[in-house]
């Protein structure tokens, strides 16, 4: 069974850090694309990050480029968002979906996601 | 930057066809997905190159993507179908989601 597992999440200030974490199960890790995907208070979805399988090929939303960084490490089956310089518009849950397997054609879509971790920046 | 709209609301009865369109720039020429959200819970991927279903979803749900629009048709409309439905697509690197569509079942 496929399982995609946040943490992380909590209350910063603004311009303070967080780092989250996904943690990966059930399927292989190494082989799959990972994205950021988050959902604030009351709004609609929003892309904010993908890594490729290999994590060679990194991209980002323009709202978040330069102030959060995803990473991955596939001995770990761990999918990580370092988020610094963090504003109140960043306060929403954060989602981590499984992309396609390596060398897809950006057409099938996000089909597993994690329950997500709320982050929350505010004074 | 490439937009995705859809209508903010759809209301349909039991039994009948549900309708939610998605609009953008030759979206036609790109695969659009779509997401079903209920309240508290993670988005479910429905559909996947314009017309596909994942295993489990329900053969009621289907799609179709020319020109500029997209459409997600539920075909016999449950109760249990009412929810938020966001199209995504890619666009030079960037994953673009749908404002949102909520659908209701009278």
């Known amino acids: 069974e496929v399982q995609l597992v946040e943490s992380g999440g909590g209350l910063v200030q603004p311009g303070g850090s967080l780092r989250l974490s996904c943690a990966a199960s059930g399927f292989t890790f190494s082989s799959y694309e990972m994205n950021w995907v988050r959902q604030a208070p009351g709004k609609g979805l929003e892309w904010v990050s993908y890594i490729s399988s290999s994590g060679n090929s990194i991209y980002y939303a323009d709202s978040v480029k330069g102030r959060l960084t995803i990473s991955r490490d596939n001995a770990k089956n761990s999918l990580y968002l370092q988020m610094n310089s963090l504003r109140a518009e960043d306060t929403a849950v954060y989602y981590c979906?499984?992309?396609?397997?390596?060398?897809?054609?950006?057409?099938?879509?996000?089909?597993?996601w994690g329950q997500g971790t709320l982050v929350t920046v505010s004074s | 930057s490439y937009e995705l709209t859809q209508p903010p609301s759809v209301s349909v009865s039991p039994g009948q066809t549900a309708s939610i369109t998605c609009s953008g720039d030759?979206?036609?020429?790109?695969?659009a997905c779509w997401y079903q959200q209920k309240p508290g819970q993670s988005p479910v991927l429905v559909i996947f190159?314009?017309?596909k279903r994942p295993s489990g979803i329900p053969e009621r749900f289907s799609g179709s993507n020319s020109g500029n629009t997209a459409t997600l048709t539920i075909s016999g409309t449950q109760a249990m179908d009412e929810a938020d439905y966001y199209c995504q697509a890619w666009d030079r690197s960037t994953a673009v989601f749908g404002t949102g569509t909520k659908v209701t079942v009278l």
């Open positions: 190159q314009d017309t």
């Open positions: 030759k979206l036609g020429d790109k695969f």
């Open positions: 979906a499984r992309g396609e397997p390596q060398g897809g054609s950006f057409s099938q879509g996000f089909d597993f």
